[in-house]
């Protein structure tokens, strides 16, 4: 029989022991977070840290002066400014939820079993995985309006031809004097040369789309299906009450990513651009988003902290849209569950 009076110093003992023990494997974590801590902080803790501070700065680089906020007023002050945001939605809105749409459609007939299915995966993902630049280019001599294969098809079909990339007429404009009926200002929507850029968007970011939602429809049961098909659904059925419902966390994450990519999208424009021999933002600005708006005024007119000032309100944008979604999203899976 063990002694009261012995027992409790050992048990402190054993509790110390293991406290020392705890501590240990505590530092132990530390260590091996080390290399990650040590680079999210230098490439992406600290340049935050400096992008504000720049932010509030005004003159050349190696001339900074501070100015406080004054950057952040010209921005919203701007009508540049606000006419590249509007683009931007433009992009954003003539993007994403053409990319969700297409690739659930084209992810689903290859999700079936068709011959040579794998093979059509790899031309679907192929655009994705070449060169934004290099393609781009391509695209802009498809677009070329003398002698560009997209005007050849409209000439094929009857249709007459376009500028394209040199078009700073809304497309809706155009479209509406071919019918021969008049629209107002407010209805014209983005020129036809941006249209123009987000078709090659939309047919690059394709294949990324078709990958992910192959994968989300791998996890979803067959059972599923086959209790669905005893129970009499037909194919739309089966698609819209236990495709999409199980594919909502899939159409999430591409929402979420693919919006943030489109208000930061840069390359194919600024590409397109310069092959299309167009003034960056051209023509007349109608291509103009924020990230081009960004770039210009900080490598053509040389005013980095007005720069970083857009990129930070950009970054914020960004901040609220993403909390919007997570918020919609949380909101409708506890309607589901509830």
Do not use: C
């Not at 086959?226 to 199980?246: K, S, Y």
């Not at 005013?303 to 919609?328: D, K, N, P």
């Amino acid at each position: 029989m063990s002694n009261p009076a012995t027992s409790v110093p050992l048990k402190q003992a054993s509790a110390k022991t293991t406290l020392v023990e705890r501590q240990r494997v505590d530092w132990i974590g530390y260590v091996y977070l080390a290399p990650a801590l040590l680079i999210l902080t230098v490439f992406h803790i600290l340049p935050v840290g400096y992008a504000l501070w720049i932010s509030t700065q005004g003159g050349r680089i190696r001339a900074f002066r501070f100015i406080g906020l004054d950057n952040y007023i010209s921005t919203l002050e701007s009508p540049e400014f606000w006419g590249a945001l509007g683009n931007t939605v433009w992009y954003v809105l003539g993007t994403v939820p053409v990319n969700i749409a297409l690739g659930l459609f084209v992810a689903y007939l290859l999700f079936q079993k068709i011959r040579g299915r794998g093979v059509y995966r790899v031309v679907y993902f192929l655009p994705h995985v070449i060169s934004s630049v290099a393609s781009a280019i391509v695209w802009a001599w498809v677009f070329n309006p003398t002698g560009g294969i997209a005007n050849r098809l409209f000439e094929l079909i009857g249709l007459p031809q376009q500028k394209w990339l040199l078009e700073s007429d809304g497309v809706f404009k155009l479209i509406g004097m071919q019918l021969g009926i008049p629209l107002p200002s407010w209805a014209f929507g983005p020129s036809l040369a941006f249209v123009s850029v987000m078709i090659f968007a939309v047919w690059q970011a394709l294949g990324f789309d078709v990958i992910i939602f192959l994968a989300g429809l791998t996890n979803i049961n067959p059972e599923l299906y086959e209790a669905g098909r005893i129970d009499g659904a037909n194919g739309w059925q089966l698609f819209r009450h236990i495709t999409i419902p199980l594919l909502t966390p899939t159409i999430f994450f591409i929402l979420v990513i693919s919006i943030i990519g489109s208000f930061q999208a840069f390359n194919h424009i600024y590409t397109m651009n310069i092959a299309a021999s167009q003034p960056l933002g051209g023509p007349l600005g109608t291509t103009r988003t924020v990230s081009i708006y960004m770039f210009d005024q900080l490598y053509s007119q040389n005013r980095a902290g007005y720069a970083t000032s857009i990129a930070v309100v950009l970054s914020f944008i960004i901040f609220a849209l993403t909390l919007v979604q997570f918020r919609y999203f949380e909101r409708s899976g506890e309607k589901e569950n509830a």
